[in-house]
């Protein structure tokens, strides 16, 4: 092929207003030691894909972009996810002729990322116009190659089909070097300028003016990790996901209306935390300690959303249509709306921070250059050990700590009760991380019962929950409604004292039947397992 490109692209990529790039600028200038004018040119792009979006389905990018007389094509596919706004895609580049693309020779991986689409099944579906100014840094590196880093400001527009948008974003690309000469330079630019990471592409950008959709949503999935794996491989495929995964679902906890957008967010913030505590006894706190405190600031904003977000929607939800007064639910409800609204206000406030930039920024680079490993690699490090061989000790902590603080469940309050679904949620967060050491019917019927044991104890925090949350209303009423939201709290804080009664015979039912199992990493000896997530 002529003029041809295949390479791993490897950039950080800033969300930015237009008033943000001059302090960019500033920012690299002071980093890379320059004083020379930032080169400028205008690029015009046009993105290719089938009537139906396949493509975009394939999480493939198509595009011929012109600079001057110089066309050039490239084909992006997904690489690996290194979490955050830190993109790691193959990338094909070559020089066409024409405004044609050429796809009769594509190299075998090209071909493999687009699939069985046909050359006349494409066309251009979106145009992307920039303004471009850009830099190069160079950094010398004594411990291994010099890094040679391009910096980008980008203002552009986007026309998709009868829409188009502004944008203005920031990035850094390594041409040259390893990551963590990369992130040496990348975290002085960002401490300087800490712009929020960004996930979102030019063409993503597109898709969501050509498709007018809003915001989406985006679950993470669960860890199914294999007995060879071991935990320093296991952390490399969790923290990656799970990172990505909080700023895939940032711009639907800003906008507000789809209550999975904070709940999402919130499950890969917990599965962080999680992690630090089923691996903790392998990891060194002094290279995790900040992880466990920005987590647990994360995770605390983002609960008062969640927790107004399940009550008005599932709380008053249960109770609507079971003769309670209607006006009087109405009056709680509206009461809540503003509740959450409130608290939905301080998660904006949150993920515009700076904290949270400079977290983010913190946790891409961290996964970037396995920053829980210390280097140069030891191979005695505990974290080298294949799971098969740690797994069984690691379930078995939360498991004694459990039964510990169950002992005489039924005899135990709300706040025993509650105390005790904390360690229940703990060992079930361990068990979802190792269970596929474990294959087999012992790994199953004890995940059944611990699942049905922790629905119970669920429906437990819920009623607590929906006695708490009704209080707060109830104790906060202006003069105007006071009587009204004392009415509804009473019918429903007595709904849910009903159920709490109902409750407990089934949860004592369940408990028993729990611990006579054997838990299964003692049933036999840990297996292969499989890999991949579910």
Same mark, same amino acid.
């Given at each position: 092929?002529?003029?041809?490109?295949?390479?791993?692209?490897?950039?950080?990529?800033?969300?930015?207003?237009?008033?943000?790039?001059?302090?960019?600028?500033?920012?690299?200038?002071?980093?890379?030691?320059?004083?020379?004018?930032? $080169?400028?040119?205008?690029?015009?792009?046009?993105?290719?894909?089938?009537?139906?979006?396949?493509?975009?389905?394939?999480?493939?990018?198509?595009?011929?972009?012109?600079?001057?007389?110089?066309?050039?094509?490239?084909?992006?596919?997904?690489?690996?996810?290194?979490?955050?706004?830190?993109?790691?895609?193959?990338?094909?580049?070559?020089?066409?002729?024409?405004?044609?693309?050429?796809?009769?020779?594509? $190299?075998?991986?090209?071909?493999?990322?687009?699939?069985?689409?046909?050359?006349?099944?494409?066309?251009?579906?979106?145009?992307?116009?920039?303004?471009?100014?850009?830099?190069?840094?160079?950094?010398?590196?004594?411990?291994?190659?010099?890094?040679?880093?391009?910096?980008?400001?980008?203002?552009?527009?986007?026309?998709?089909?009868?829409?188009?948008?502004?944008?203005?974003?920031?990035?850094?690309?390594?041409?040259?070097?390893?990551?963590?000469?990369?992130?040496?330079?990348?975290?002085?630019?960002?401490?300087?300028?800490?712009?929020?990471?960004?996930?979102?592409?030019?063409?993503?950008?597109?898709?969501?003016?050509?498709?007018?959709?809003?915001?989406?949503?985006?679950?993470?999935?669960?860890?199914?990790?294999?007995?060879?794996?071991?935990?320093?491989?296991?952390?490399?495929?969790?923290?990656?996901?799970?990172?990505?995964?909080?700023?895939?679902?940032?711009?639907?906890?800003?906008?507000?209306?789809?209550?999975?957008?904070?709940?999402?967010?919130?499950?890969?913030?917990?599965?962080?935390?999680?992690?630090?505590?089923?691996?903790?006894?392998?990891?060194? $706190?002094?290279?995790?300690?900040?992880?466990?405190?920005?987590?647990?600031?994360?995770?605390?904003?983002?609960?008062?959303?969640?927790?107004?977000?399940?009550?008005?929607?599932?709380?008053?939800?249960?109770?609507?249509?079971?003769?309670?007064?209607?006006?009087?639910?109405?009056?709680?409800?509206?009461?809540?709306?503003?509740?959450?609204?409130?608290?939905?206000?301080?998660?904006?406030?949150?993920?515009?921070?700076?904290?949270?930039?400079?977290?983010?920024?913190?946790?891409?680079?961290?996964?970037?250059?396995?920053?829980?490993?210390?280097?140069?690699?030891?191979?005695?490090?505990?974290?080298?050990?294949?799971?098969?061989?740690?797994?069984?000790?690691?379930?078995?902590? $939360?498991?004694?700590?459990?039964?510990?603080?169950?002992?005489?469940?039924?005899?135990?309050?709300?706040?025993?009760?509650?105390?005790?679904?904390?360690?229940?949620?703990?060992?079930?967060?361990?068990?979802?991380?190792?269970?596929?050491?474990?294959?087999?019917?012992?790994?199953?019927?004890?995940?059944?019962?611990?699942?049905?044991?922790?629905?119970?104890?669920?429906?437990?925090?819920?009623?607590?929950?929906?006695?708490?949350?009704?209080?707060?209303?109830?104790?906060?009423?202006?003069?105007?409604?006071?009587?009204?939201?004392?009415?509804?709290?009473?019918?429903?804080?007595?709904?849910?004292?009903?159920?709490?009664?109902?409750?407990?015979?089934?949860?004592?039912?369940?408990?028993?039947?729990?611990?006579?199992?054997?838990?299964?990493?003692?049933?036999?000896?840990?297996?292969?397992?499989?890999?991949?997530?579910?």
């Amino acid at each position: 092929m002529t003029a041809e490109q295949a390479s791993r692209e490897f950039e950080l990529k800033f969300s930015a207003e237009p008033k943000d790039l001059q302090r960019f600028k500033k920012a690299v200038n002071a980093a890379g030691k320059n004083r020379r004018q930032w $080169p400028k040119k205008t690029l015009v792009s046009r993105y290719f894909d089938t009537e139906d979006l396949r493509l975009r389905a394939l999480g493939v990018s198509m595009r011929l972009r012109s600079n001057g007389g110089k066309v050039v094509q490239t084909i992006k596919a997904r690489a690996g996810n290194s979490g955050g706004g830190l993109m790691d895609r193959h990338e094909w580049e070559r020089d066409v002729a024409g405004d044609e693309l050429v796809l009769s020779d594509l $190299p075998i991986g090209a071909r493999r990322a687009i699939g069985a689409i046909r050359d006349d099944e494409l066309g251009v579906v979106m145009e992307v116009h920039i303004e471009r100014q850009s830099m190069i840094i160079r950094r010398a590196n004594p411990l291994g190659p010099d890094a040679v880093i391009e910096a980008v400001l980008d203002e552009g527009r986007i026309v998709a089909g009868d829409n188009q948008d502004t944008f203005a974003e920031c990035e850094l690309e390594l041409i040259e070097g390893d990551p963590n000469a990369f992130f040496t330079v990348a975290s002085e630019i960002h401490n300087a300028c800490p712009l929020p990471m960004s996930a979102l592409t030019k063409a993503g950008r597109g898709y969501r003016l050509l498709t007018g959709e809003g915001p989406k949503t985006y679950r993470v999935p669960k860890f199914q990790l294999s007995g060879e794996q071991t935990i320093h491989t296991a952390l490399a495929e969790i923290y990656p996901v799970c990172i990505a995964n909080i700023v895939e679902n940032e711009e639907a906890c800003l906008d507000g209306t789809d209550p999975e957008g904070v709940h999402q967010m919130r499950v890969s913030v917990r599965r962080l935390r999680t992690s630090l505590k089923v691996f903790g006894d392998y990891l060194d $706190p002094a290279r995790t300690a900040w992880m466990e405190d920005d987590l647990k600031w994360l995770g605390n904003a983002l609960g008062p959303a969640r927790d107004w977000d399940v009550y008005i929607a599932e709380m008053l939800g249960n109770v609507s249509g079971y003769g309670i007064d209607e006006d009087a639910l109405a009056i709680l409800r509206n009461a809540a709306e503003k509740r959450r609204a409130e608290a939905y206000e301080h998660v904006r406030k949150t993920l515009t921070s700076r904290r949270y930039a400079k977290m983010m920024f913190h946790l891409t680079a961290f996964v970037a250059v396995e920053g829980w490993l210390s280097m140069p690699i030891n191979p005695a490090d505990p974290l080298l050990q294949p799971l098969d061989r740690c797994a069984a000790e690691i379930l078995s902590k $939360p498991h004694r700590k459990l039964l510990k603080q169950a002992k005489n469940l039924e005899d135990q309050d709300m706040e025993a009760r509650h105390e005790v679904r904390i360690r229940l949620k703990k060992l079930r967060y361990a068990v979802d991380f190792l269970r596929g050491v474990y294959a087999g019917k012992a790994t199953t019927a004890y995940v059944k019962s611990l699942q049905s044991l922790q629905d119970q104890f669920g429906h437990l925090n819920d009623v607590a929950q929906a006695m708490r949350m009704t209080g707060e209303l109830t104790d906060n009423g202006n003069e105007a409604n006071t009587r009204d939201l004392a009415l509804a709290g009473g019918l429903v804080q007595g709904w849910y004292a009903r159920a709490l009664k109902q409750t407990a015979p089934e949860l004592l039912k369940d408990w028993k039947k729990f611990k006579k199992l054997q838990p299964f990493w003692l049933a036999r000896p840990a297996s292969g397992g499989t890999k991949g997530g579910s």
